[in-house]
């Protein structure tokens, strides 16, 4: 209560409507209206007529079916003048809790209580609540005909206040007075209601109109499986996303997955908002040419397409800003008010019988400031939120657009510009992921873009009337070091690239580590590739200490700069005053404070915003360079490419989208038919019955893959319908160049390319119809079944892969994988033709991807076959049952017309039309039969090697019975084991609570995890600088307050004294202002240490823990890479280190620095009012369910978010790598559809988790805004009848203002935290991994020098098993094989041959028996020295990035002659000297700079640069040509005559001239024996292998 004017005590008993004080209230006789109780009175009836109307249709009508109210989604229809009506309605009640004030504050003054100058409001503020939840209950059951109430209702009200506020307009009440100015807003307001309701009868016609208007509700709303309302609900569900509240509790009890999320709003689809961005740049088109570069033309278009809600959203900041300010003045004013009596305000007037008063007289009422300043708190937030959710929004729709715009693009991109390195799937994701990011953000910090400076401009000016020119002072500081902090921003930014950079290079060699594991172990070369990643892990770590020192900076400014502005603004402020201006009191001590915290966000701000834009406008221009780059031909004359027609080509494109199962081909095709008839009608009546025969016909065609010289030259070809079609050639002639010109891939200089389609009659009129519509351009042709050389597959099923979006045909299904032998291979994967076979079918063979690339083409129903090398990764037995049964037989019955690149000539006398090409020109074509007369020396050449090849044909061609899939037995076993565990868990019952109740608790062990590996000192330094600093702050700011409080206490005691010019009276500022310096000074270090203190321990943390993981996933064995995913492994190593290197640090921060702000706030505030602590409670239990709930949902979301988006970019990673295969196939649109999906369930996520993020802040700025109240209510009573002291109320609403700041941010932090946890969890587990036992009995100092010097090998009784928990995979194996001798290994899949090379290596777990090696048992030498004794080529060529040199001999112990030596023998010497570098030149990532031979060719040479006595061949020349191999058969029995080679056979020739042969069955060996005495025992294993193979 104000203390000006005390009001007169009054009694209970003199409670009444009119009061009992004044005889003349209930006097009427100069008329009803001119008694201001009647009038009063008067305005309760419109209340009173609502209130009864409607209770009966509310609580009886609706009462029985209200929960079904709430869903009605079939019916949810928003009225005309919606918003405005909840507006309205918000300001009404705004206004009528103004009422209630003033009347209860006029009513202070009067002797008795007089009920009529507040009670009206009371029931006007419960009538406008039942107006509003009456209208949504009719609104949401669209009955518009029961508004005729509200229509009563607004007119009564209406009518009743324009009465009220005529009559005291006659009395002379003006503006001066409150009321007069309330009653004619609430006139105003009645008044602009009721023409809502009279608009809801025009537009809805439900009243005097014959016939009503019918309006259906949005389709999203009859579509029960869209779940996100927020476009839908009402203004007050939209505004506290209380729709939420269902799906964040249900969270709680069900995990949320993409079922459970729903579909997107059409309007939100990225569909949708690419539509309108295509508009936005056809807008810019039409304007005038788009520059093929600069930027400017994106922009335009981006605000042309998104401006609307981006103005919205600024309009809510600016409001929130606005709003903002009223904290610091309400402080202020409280403060003032409580510290010294006020006189200034007008005494009130008494007309018509009661007290009106000024609005000066009404703000200068203590308890009023406090509820103002809570309305103004809960409506800043509500706009602050609105404002962010708004942003957030329109940048996830703007993603969605433009990735499908990207998207479209890619669609149209040039193969050449991707084969030529011009543009890497790299860049085009990194476009994807992060550069369409950077727009969001952009977005989403744009708003702060406009509303800092007004913020900054406004808070300077309130600071000014405050503090004078001590304020500007204080400013300057601020202003000076907002360029450091943006100096500090930028360092950061760069230290962050140049960490990436690092990051990088250390991902890609732990890439090449982990794939390459198993070579590296069984050559004993881990320990190098682990230095290698170390080495780079240092620069990381180096570069990781810059990011660190910047951040640690950053945060200490952002703490630090507050600090040194107030002390800077106190210290002049104080200097400045003369003495005897006792100016500095709390009012202006607090106020000022509450101010610069406001202050300080929007430069601290700066830098972030600064930065972002920047990225933004580097994305733009990334993105303008892309979308002009070059698009493959769409006519037959080359034309050259502008970004005008690229989105013209989008938009045509695009149009089919949403009835993309209807695209018909055929259809397709028709399109043009008659476009340049009459041009080519005499040549059709000439060349139509010869061009009948003929599918493809390429004349004069000149090719090319860059701006240069041609590829192809003078291709004059054509590919007859239905028939075979073979391409034949040298390596690098432009066979498969060739195929990728007909499909229209590479860039054509000139010439024609002609498709024909078989007609369906063989009418003349339908082959001239059909000639000419294919003949218009390349692009015209139908699909076509392209398998490319390189298998190109999805990440998907097996049978999804091969039914490639096709309908499903069991009979045809079963076909096609017996064609393709695939049902060995897929009986032994883990579910069979529903196993997914992972990124560019990781899990399976060379041959398995290339069976099941071929298997797509067979199944799809085209009339083209391309089939480019299909044989290369397979066997004779496979090659010749997929020549025989597929394209023989399978794709003949069919008449499909097949084109078949291949090397294998022997199948040339099946070709029914061969093409020869040599140097990228076509040498000769025809029959086989046209060829051997026109090139005899040709054929001769085909004739030799068709027998070479035809002699190897005859030795493998019946193995059917022995032939099976690369999935060894013991690899099934695992997957079997892992089925049983994951049956075991399905079966669980209570596997789903035990789940939920783990979702709910915090990972602390993890946490306690991250700390142990801080280390024993940094950790209580962290803890204690934190304390300390936040100690150290809130003694500041009580020094503050009892500084001020003496001040007050000084003035009143001069006041009191009469002091005029005296010493006695003058008040010594220094020894205060010396404490608060020192505190100030202190404050200033404490926050450098504590900063520092935080990053430093994230960085001992992220040393320990990847130190530890890579060190345990060296060691680990290699059953842990078996049964563990590689991506998971890599993911450890990559965002899982990510986010401990540089996210936990600035979260940890954050969340201590948040929770120690706001224990420290409820700590001062119960300090200063002790009651608080009653309300404190309802309050933390609100925070604790709060944060309890939303937890769980952002977890869940997060991650959510996190698994949507690796399908999106995988998408675009598949499009792009089989980007010539989508466009053979004609599946452009079936991509694009996928493409959506995956983007939509991506943005669907993000659209949640931003309102889970919006709901938890609205709800925790509510409960913050509900402490300040409290705090304000309590300190002033308490300051009003406890005489505390104006200082310690002003620092108690000053931190609670804080509280509101930062309840919400506890949560977010812990919730991110949380997450972040996670990442220490997973890590933490691979750590706990039982490395492999390195350590032998013997030291590598006792074995013998030399050793094994004869390689002599001794197996006795051996048992080994791939794991404790599994079955033995050899059994009781006794063998002896002598120095020197050459031995054989065959037997069927799962037979154990190269679970027999691993034991020789301890690769696998021997439980019995021993292997001797020259008379040493194996067991007992270390692994390190034991694996570095042998060599082994494995069947799958594995080379590292690097160099040659690096690849043969990465222990650098060989010299330049001996590496020469094995590139010799290996015949690989002519290629590495014709390579710039020789030894030098660089191997790229997994050797793809060489060829798969050459690859293979490259690993035989590594073994014969360790010239080890025992040598391991696993089927190692399977890649080789036939030449190659014949002459490296013979250099193995040469150079390696006097050493020991083991060979693992799966062709059996390449073992008939050993020395001996060992069979193996079921893990046993079942003969062992020289080949010759085998051979002879017609009832042996190896004679059956040998008789089947005849």
């Not at 799809?860 to 020549?883: C, E, K, R, Y």
């Not at 954050?1150 to 309050?1179: D, E, K, N, Q, W």
Request: charged share 20%.
């Amino acid at each position: 209560m104000m203390r000006g004017y005390r009001p007169t005590p009054v009694s209970n008993s003199t409670l009444s409507f009119c009061g009992t004080d004044n005889s003349s209230a209930y006097k009427v006789d100069n008329g009803l209206l001119n008694n201001g109780c009647f009038l009063d009175a008067l305005g309760v009836v419109p209340h009173v007529f609502l209130l009864f109307s409607t209770f009966p249709i509310l609580f009886i009508g609706w009462g029985s079916q209200s929960s079904k109210v709430h869903i009605h989604h079939s019916t949810w229809l928003h009225f005309p003048g919606h918003n405005l009506r909840w507006l309205l309605t918000t300001v009404l009640l705004f206004v009528l809790v103004c009422e209630i004030a003033e009347g209860i504050v006029s009513d202070g003054f009067n002797q008795s209580r007089h009920l009529h100058l507040y009670m009206p409001a009371g029931l006007g503020i419960l009538a406008a609540v039942t107006s509003i939840v009456y209208y949504h209950n009719i609104e949401t059951s669209n009955f518009p005909k029961l508004l005729i109430a509200l229509l009563i209702y607004w007119t009564l009200a209406f009518i009743t206040k324009t009465i009220k506020f005529v009559k005291y307009d006659d009395h002379g009440i003006g503006l001066r007075q409150l009321r007069f100015c309330i009653t004619g807003l609430l006139a105003l307001l009645y008044g602009l209601l009721l023409g809502v309701e009279v608009n809801v009868i025009l537009r809805r016609r439900y009243m005097w109109f014959p016939y009503p208007t019918e309006v259906k509700p949005p389709d999203d709303l009859q579509d029960l499986g869209v779940r996100f309302q927020q476009p839908f609900v009402n203004l007050l569900s939209k505004s506290t996303y209380w729709w939420m509240n269902t799906f964040i509790t249900s969270a709680h009890k069900r995990p949320i997955d993409l079922k459970t999320i729903g579909k997107l709003p059409i309007s939100m689809r990225a569909l949708t908002n690419y539509q309108r961005l295509r508009k936005a740049f056809d807008a810019q088109m039409e304007d005038g040419p788009v520059p093929l570069k600069g930027s400017r033309w994106i922009w335009r278009s981006l605000r042309q397409a998104f401006g609307r809600p981006l103005l919205l959203s600024i309009t809510f900041r600016f409001m929130a800003d606005l709003l903002g300010f009223a904290g610091p003045l309400c402080i202020s004013g409280i403060v003032h008010h409580i510290s010294s009596d006020n006189h200034s305000a007008l005494p009130p007037v008494k007309l018509l019988g009661v007290h009106f008063i000024s609005s000066e007289a009404f703000l200068a009422n203590a308890y009023v400031l406090a509820v103002l300043l809570f309305l103004a708190l809960l409506l800043q937030r509500t706009f602050l939120q609105a404002s962010y959710y708004v942003a957030i929004e329109t940048g996830i729709k703007l993603r969605g657009a433009i990735q499908t715009k990207i998207y479209n693009k890619i669609m149209r991109l040039c193969t050449s510009n991707m084969s030529m390195g011009d543009m890497t799937t790299a860049q085009i994701c990194s476009l994807v992921a992060r550069d369409t990011n950077h727009l969001m953000w952009f977005f989403f910090l744009c708003p702060n873009l406009w509303a800092m400076p007004v913020q900054i401009v406004i808070g300077v000016l309130l600071l000014y009337s405050l503090l004078g020119v001590s304020a500007l002072i204080g400013a300057t500081v601020i202003a000076v070091l907002a360029p450091l902090q943006y100096f500090v921003a930028t360092r950061l930014s760069r230290a962050q690239k140049s960490t990436l950079e690092y990051t990088s290079e250390r991902l890609k060699k732990t890439n090449e580590l982990l794939r390459g594991i198993k070579l590296l172990k069984l050559y004993a070369w881990e320990h190098i590739f682990r230095s290698s990643v170390e080495e780079t892990r240092r620069q990381e770590l180096t570069n990781l200490r810059t990011f660190a020192l910047y951040t640690s900076l950053s945060i200490f400014m952002n703490a630090a700069i507050p600090i040194a502005a107030v002390l800077t603004i106190f210290v002049v402020h104080v200097h400045v005053q003369s003495a005897t201006d006792f100016d500095l009191s709390p009012a202006v001590a607090f106020g000022s404070l509450s101010l610069f915290h406001i202050l300080v966000t929007p430069l601290f701000l700066l830098s972030s915003v600064l930065h972002s834009t920047v990225k933004a406008l580097v994305s733009v221009q990334k993105l303008s360079e892309f979308l002009g780059s070059t698009e493959i031909e769409t006519d037959q004359d080359p034309i050259v490419q502008t970004p005008a027609n690229n989105n013209g080509n989008i938009k045509s494109v695009y149009a089919l989208q949403l009835q993309a199962k209807l695209v018909n081909r055929k259809n397709k095709t028709k399109q043009d038919v008659n476009r340049n008839f009459e041009q080519h009608d005499q040549e059709l009546t000439a060349s139509a019955a010869q061009e009948e025969e003929v599918c493809i016909k390429i004349i004069n065609g000149f090719f090319t893959w860059t701006q240069g010289c041609p590829t192809l030259t003078n291709i004059d070809i054509k590919v007859p319908f239905g028939q075979l079609t073979m391409i034949v050639g040298q390596v690098g002639c432009g066979k498969s160049s060739l195929l990728l010109a007909a499909l229209g891939e590479m860039q054509k200089i000139s010439g024609n390319i002609t498709w024909n389609s078989l007609p369906k009659s063989d009418s003349e009129e339908n082959v001239r119809a059909h000639y000419m519509s294919e003949r218009q351009s390349h692009r015209k042709r139908g699909s076509v079944a392209y398998a490319s050389q390189r298998p190109w597959l999805l990440n998907a099923t097996v049978e999804e892969n091969i039914l490639f979006d096709m309908a499903p045909n069991e009979k045809r299904y079963k076909e096609v994988i017996e064609v393709c032998q695939l049902q060995p291979d897929i009986d032994t994967l883990p579910q069979g033709d529903q196993t997914v076979i992972g990124e560019r079918g990781i899990i399976l063979s060379g041959g398995q991807r290339q069976r099941i690339s071929v298997a797509r083409a067979l199944y799809q129903q085209t009339n083209v076959v391309f089939l480019d090398d299909p044989f290369s990764a397979l066997d004779i037995h496979l090659s010749d049952h997929l020549m025989h049964e597929g394209i023989l037989k399978f794709l003949r019955q069919e008449k499909r017309t097949v084109v078949l690149v291949t090397h294998k000539l022997q199948y040339l006398p099946h070709a029914d039309w061969i093409i020869a090409m040599r140097d990228g020109t076509v040498q000769t074509q025809g029959t086989l039969k046209d060829i051997q007369y026109a090139e005899p020396e040709l054929f001769e050449q085909w004739r030799t090697l068709m027998n070479r090849q035809n002699k190897e044909n005859s030795t493998e061609l019946k193995r059917k019975s022995f032939r099976r899939a690369m999935y060894s037995r013991d690899t099934l076993s695992l997957a079997t084991e892992d089925e049983d565990e994951d049956s075991s868990t399905s079966t669980d019952e209570d596997s789903l609570r035990a789940e939920l109740r783990h979702r709910t608790t915090i990972p602390w062990s993890s946490f306690a995890t991250y700390l142990r590996a801080a280390g024993m000192l940094l950790l209580p330094l962290l803890i204690l600088s934190q304390l300390t600093k936040h100690s150290l702050m809130v003694a500041i700011d009580f020094w503050l307050a009892h500084w001020t409080s003496h001040v007050i206490a000084a003035q009143v005691e001069s006041a009191e004294r009469n002091c005029t010019i005296t010493r006695d009276c003058e008040f010594s500022h220094s020894s205060y202002l010396q404490v608060f310096c020192v505190l100030c000074g202190l404050g200033i270090v404490l926050c450098l240490i504590t900063s520092l203190a935080v990053e430093w321990t994230g960085l001992r943390v992220a040393k320990e823990l990847h130190c530890s993981l890579l060190r345990i996933i060296v060691l680990a064995p290699m059953r842990l890479f078996e049964t563990t995913p590689l991506g998971n492994i890599l993911n450890r190593f990559s965002t899982d280190t990510n986010t401990i290197d540089q996210h936990i640090p600035a979260t940890m921060e954050c969340l201590s620095r948040s929770t120690l702000l706001c224990v420290s706030a409820v700590g001062v505030i119960s300090y200063v009012t002790p009651v608080f602590l009653i309300a404190l409670l309802p309050l933390a239990i609100a925070c604790y369910f709060i944060q309890k709930y939303f937890r769980v949902a952002s977890r869940d979301l997060q991650q959510l978010e996190d698994s949507t988006e690796m399908p999106l970019l995988s998408h675009y990673s598949q499009t792009i790598e089989g980007l010539t295969t989508i466009r053979a196939f004609r599946h452009e649109q079936k991509f694009k559809k996928k493409l959506l999906e995956h983007t939509d369930a991506n943005n669907i996520s993000s659209l949640f988790l931003t309102a889970a993020n919006r709901w938890l802040e609205v709800r925790m700025e509510y409960v913050g805004a509900f402490v300040v109240l409290i705090a304000a209510v309590a300190s002033i009573t308490n300051a009003l009848y406890s005489q505390v002291s104006a200082g310690l109320v002003g620092l108690g609403l000053t931190y609670a203002l804080m509280v509101s700041n930062y309840l919400n941010w506890i949560v977010r932090n812990l919730a991110d935290m949380e997450v972040q946890l996670g990442c220490v969890k997973r890590v933490s587990a691979l750590i706990h991994t039982q490395p492999e036992s390195y350590d032998g009995l013997m030291t590598p100092a006792q074995v013998p020098a030399g050793w094994p010097k004869y390689g002599e090998i001794q197996i006795n009784n051996l048992s080994v098993r791939y794991d404790t928990s599994l079955k033995a995979v050899l059994r009781h194996v006794n063998a002896h094989i002598k120095p020197g001798q050459k031995v054989g290994i065959c037997g069927r899949t799962g037979s154990g041959k190269s679970s027999f090379s691993l034991a020789l290596f301890r690769m696998v777990d021997t439980f019995e028996g021993q292997i001797l090696i020259d008379g040493i048992d194996i067991a007992k030498l270390p692994l390190q020295t034991l694996r570095s004794k042998f060599s082994i080529i494995l069947q799958d060529p594995i080379l590292f990035s690097g160099t040659i040199r690096f690849n043969l001999d990465p222990e650098r112990k060989a010299t330049d002659k001996m590496l020469w030596e094995a590139l010799e023998i290996a015949q690989l010497m002519p290629v590495v000297k014709a390579l710039p570098g020789g030894l030098d030149a660089t191997v790229t990532e997994g050797g793809e700079n060489f060829s798969q031979g050459q690859r293979q060719l490259f690993c035989l040479a590594r073994a014969f640069v360790r010239k080890s006595s025992i040598l391991i061949m696993d089927e190692a020349t399977a890649s080789i040509d036939m030449a190659t191999e014949s002459i490296l058969q013979k250099v193995v029995m040469t150079a390696f005559a006097d050493r020991t080679v083991v060979t693992i056979a799966h062709r059996v020739h390449t073992i008939l001239g050993s020395d001996a042969v060992i069979v193996m069955k079921h893990g046993a060996i079942v003969e062992y024996d020289e080949p010759d005495v085998l051979l002879e025992q017609k009832d042996s294993v190896f004679s059956a292998f040998v008789r089947a193979d005849k």
